[in-house]
Each structure stands twice: as C-alpha cells, then as structure tokens.
C-alpha cells in the first residue's frame, strides 16, 4: 500500500513558477514510476509528465514541455513537479500517482496506476 500526500499547489500569477511535491509512504517508492495529472473545471483528468523507477526517463504532454519538469528523489520518497512560466490554462487541481513498475518510463492511462493522492490546487491567474 502506498499513500500519496501533494503539497506546494497555489495561486500565482501567469509567467510564474510553482514547485509541486508528492510525499509517498512506503518502503518500495523506488519501485514506483510516479505520474502527474491534472483535472481543469468542467474536463477530464489529463496526464501531464511521468518520471521512471530510477529518475532516468521521463516524459511530457506537449503542452507542459519545455516548461514543467519532473525529477524523484528516492531517499526521500518524494516525487517533484517544478512548473515554470505558468499559464491560466495550466490551472487545474494537480494529482500525482503511482504504479509498481521498472524499466523505462511509460505512457500509461491513468487506470494503470494503482495509487492516487488527494490533489492540490494550482490557479495562474492573467
């Protein structure tokens, strides 16, 4: 069982950064590729980048590339989402999670993964 704990959501202004953290519980975390989504009002949860088992792949949408980066550090159990020149359409609550994988990263649904955290609230504000 792995519980995920997402902090560091806020309001900013666009042009903006914000670095999201997911806290996970559990002794395996470095088994886990870890992802990010986010859910706009009124859409549906979308994927937004996915990092692998070790930190060594990871992969974006197309429209947070280039400016949002995911990075892991397995000694803390801890899982980041450094997102830079923020957009109003980046506003979302924001879900990180998690699946028992290795290798290197995968696009996978968000029905692969087996564990969700609550969501934290970014607003970018124009």
């Known amino acids: 069982q792995v519980q995920l704990v997402e902090s560091g959501g806020g309001l900013v202004q666009a042009g903006g950064s914000l670095r999201l953290s997911c806290a996970a519980s559990?002794?395996?975390?470095?088994?886990?590729?870890m992802g990010w989504f986010r859910q706009a009002p009124g859409k549906e949860r979308e994927f937004v980048a996915a990092?692998?088992?070790?930190?060594?792949?990871?992969n974006y949408a197309d429209s947070v590339k280039g400016r949002f980066t995911i990075s892991r550090d397995n000694a803390k159990n801890t899982v980041y989402l450094r997102m830079n020149s923020l957009k109003p359409e980046d506003t979302a609550v924001y879900y990180c999670?998690?699946?028992?994988?290795?290798?290197?990263?995968?696009?996978?649904?968000?029905?692969?993964?087996?564990?969700w955290g609550q969501g934290t609230q970014v607003t970018v504000s124009s």
């Open positions: 559990g002794r395996t975390f470095s088994s886990y590729q």
């Open positions: 990092i692998n088992w070790s930190g060594g792949s990871t």
């Open positions: 999670a998690a699946v028992r994988r290795i290798g290197q990263v995968a696009t996978l649904p968000e029905d692969k993964y087996d564990y």
